[in-house]
């Protein structure tokens, strides 16, 4: 066990800690100006990975945390500090520091895997999901409850819409406000982090004209899907079976389609159709787009990750608007240490498919890993593996099964069935036809 001296012990966040130095976090800290002027039994840097800490262990008080983060460390001097303190401490510190290790952190991971790029270029997702904040007159003073058939929701929800990598599921970049703001205004704000190289899949909702012309001005492509009925003009037809058409002025190439699902059951076809900046039929097949749309669920996974595996599917503990910009700040560096680690270990092994990692694995492994104060300071030689690397590497997942219908348990947490008691939860084995759809002249 190798931790830092003195006071500082107690910060440090298991083998992660090699991802999120103690040098990086101080950097931060002088950035933002909440260095201390004197060193104090709760020190700036300290408090920085208590609030990472604390996302790990979602389920419990800042209190029981400390405990995780010292549990590690007998024989060293460390102080127990009351819950007011440490709530003192994290509204000194603000949410200022937090936000700019995210900044540093975020991106695209370093990695080799055929999945993250298609034909050279970065395949990136956009969608946006709600999150949960404590019910405290601070926070619904900023983050108003969703009306519903009873009156209003018990808890103030927020909204939060990120960028990530498809391949890896890396966080590019993420915004979050009050409900009142919608997905589409927070894309043009996410749109600062979309670049040439990069192709962004989206689903329908962001087939807005003024949005695509924004988000095509960035020099990334994109691939949206759109309402099958709207009205796009045929200029040129494609042997593929698209046609090149505008949206705003912005020319696209469209791709109508018709999708087939056969089981053991019955078969269902939908209509799909598609547009893209990408003119070219014959380096970028229609055919080949529509599968690649697909790829857009990854970010379904990833809220899956954040909100369940994480959170529990808890309400955010801040009580204060401030305080919830230091929690999801703090959840968004997480998840993005986490997927850091897991792909350091998918690398490891050449043509090892990255949705292989475990993400449950990684997150219960981290969490032992700070219990025990185990690989905060690397050897001499890195081994970029490690720990969480090879427990994640020795439970590997199955090769991913073909989804037919959106995400349902077999079992209800709940004795209320929101969804109603017929619910089909039966699994079967499926097989995906597409058609490419040639528009009548």
Known sequence: MTVAAGVFAPGHLGELTRLVPFEMVDDVLASTRRTESRVRLLPARVVMYLLLAGCLFAELG????WRKLTSGLSGLPIVSPSGSALRQARQRLGPQPVRA?????????????????????LLAVIDGTLLTVADSAANTGRYAKQR???GASGYPQLRLSALMSCGTRSVLDAVFDPVS??????????????RPGMLLLADRNYAAADLVTTLAATGAHLLIRCK??????????????????VIGGLPIRVIDAQI????????????????????????????????????????????????????????????TPDGVQQEIYALLSVYQLLRTAMVDATDSRPGLDP?????????????????????????????????????VLAHLLPDRRLRTKTRMIKRSNSKYQARGPNIDRRSYQATTSIDIVIPDP
């Open 62 to 65: 800042y209190q029981q945390v």
């Open 101 to 121: 290790l995210f900044d540093l952190l975020r991106g695209p991971a370093a990695t080799n895997a055929a999945q993250v790029r298609w034909r050279g270029l």
């Open 148 to 150: 519903c058939n009873n």
């Open 181 to 194: 703001t919608g997905e589409l205004d927070q894309a043009r704000h996410l749109a600062r982090s979309l």
């Open 228 to 245: 099958n009925g709207r009205k796009l003009p045929t200029l040129r037809r494609h042997r593929d079976g698209s046609f090149s058409s």
């Open 260 to 319: 087939s699902i056969t089981t053991t059951e019955d078969t269902r076809t939908s209509g799909y159709r598609l547009i893209t900046t990408l003119l070219n039929p014959l380096t970028h097949p229609g055919a080949e787009l529509i599968r690649l749309h697909h790829q857009r669920w990854e970010i379904e996974t990833a809220y899956l990750e954040l909100k369940s595996s994480i959170l529990g599917g808890r309400v955010l503990r801040a009580r």
């Open 355 to 391: 949705d292989r990692a475990s993400f449950t694995t990684a997150l219960n492994t981290a969490r032992d890993q700070i219990v025990h104060a185990a690989g905060v300071i690397a050897d001499t030689a890195i081994d970029l593996v490690g720990v969480i690397g090879a427990d």
